[in-house]
C-alpha cells in the first residue's frame, strides 16, 4: 500500500503567525484530504485538494485562512494562517475513503499556538 | 445532512468479553462504512470496512454488519484483549469523502 508522510509531526507557534504542513504519498492519487482532530474529539474535514483545481472546503473552514495548495498528484500543503490558541490541535492529511477504499492518514501534526 | 452518530463514547469491559459499538447515518446514498482505531498520539488505521451490498463481514475477532434499511452498523469486538483499548471511529461515505462519527474510547480491563 501507499505510504503517506507529514510534516513536521510537532510545533509550537506564536499567535498571529502562520505554518505550513506538508504532506507527501509515494504514489499518485487523485484526491487528498485535510482534517483537524481537537483534543479528545473525531476528525473534522477541513477541505479536499485536487490537483489543478481549487480546494473545497468545508461548512466553517475558509480558504484564507487554511489556503491548500496541490502542485501535483503527490503532494500538497496545508496552511493554518494568522494562528490563535484555538487553532492549537493536530492536522491530518489523508487519501482513498471514499467511494469505497481504504482512507490512509499521515502521522498527524501537533500543533500548539501560544 | 452528513451526520454520523456514534455510541458509546465509552465503554469499559473486561478481558475476554465482547464489545460492540454502533453508529447510524443519514444519507441513504452512503455505500461504504470503514472502522478505525486510534492509538494514543497515533495516526488513524482501518481494521475493518464493509460495502453496502454486505450485512455482515468477520476478521477474527472483529465483525461489523450493517443494516441499510435502518441506516446503522455496528462494530463487534469478541474476546478482547488489553491491546484493543483505543479509540474506535465509524465512517460513512458521503460521495468522495469520508464523515466520521465521535470516537468510543474502549478500555479493556485485566
Known amino acids: 500500500s501507499a505510504v503517506i508522510s507529514q510534516k513536521p509531526s510537532r510545533d509550537i507557534c506564536q499567535r498571529g503567525t502562520s505554518l505550513t504542513i506538508q504532506c507527501q504519498v509515494d504514489s499518485q492519487v487523485t484526491m487528498m484530504f485535510w482534517y483537524r482532530q481537537q483534543p479528545g474529539q473525531s476528525l473534522t474535514l477541513i477541505a479536499t485538494?485536487?490537483?489543478?483545481?481549487?480546494?473545497?472546503?468545508e461548512s466553517g473552514f475558509v480558504i484564507d485562512k487554511f489556503p491548500i495548495s496541490r502542485p501535483n498528484l503527490t503532494f500538497s500543503t496545508l496552511t493554518v494562517s494568522n494562528m490563535s490558541p484555538e487553532d492549537s490541535s493536530i492536522y491530518l492529511c489523508?487519501?482513498?475513503?471514499?467511494?469505497?477504499?481504504?482512507?490512509?492518514f499521515g502521522q498527524g501534526t501537533r500543533l500548539t499556538v501560544v | 445532512g452528513e451526520n454520523v452518530e456514534q455510541h458509546p463514547s465509552t465503554l469499559s469491559v473486561q478481558e475476554g468479553d465482547s464489545a460492540v459499538i454502533k453508529c447510524t447515518y443519514s444519507?441513504?446514498?452512503?455505500?461504504?462504512f470503514p472502522w478505525y482505531k486510534q492509538e494514543l498520539g497515533k495516526r488513524p488505521q482501518l481494521i475493518i470496512d464493509?460495502?453496502?451490498?454486505?450485512g455482515e463481514k468477520k476478521d477474527q475477532r472483529i465483525a461489523v454488519t450493517l443494516n441499510k434499511t435502518a441506516k446503522h452498523f455496528s462494530l463487534h469486538i469478541t474476546e478482547t484483549q488489553p491491546e484493543d483499548s483505543a479509540v474506535y471511529f465509524c465512517a460513512a461515505s458521503y460521495g468522495n469523502k469520508l464523515v466520521f462519527g465521535a470516537g468510543t474510547i474502549l478500555r479493556v480491563k485485566s
Open positions: 464493509i460495502r453496502s451490498n454486505v
Open positions: 489523508s487519501f482513498g475513503g471514499a467511494p469505497d477504499t481504504e482512507a490512509f
Open positions: 444519507d441513504s446514498a452512503s455505500n461504504y
Open positions: 485538494a485536487n490537483q489543478g483545481s481549487e480546494a473545497t472546503y
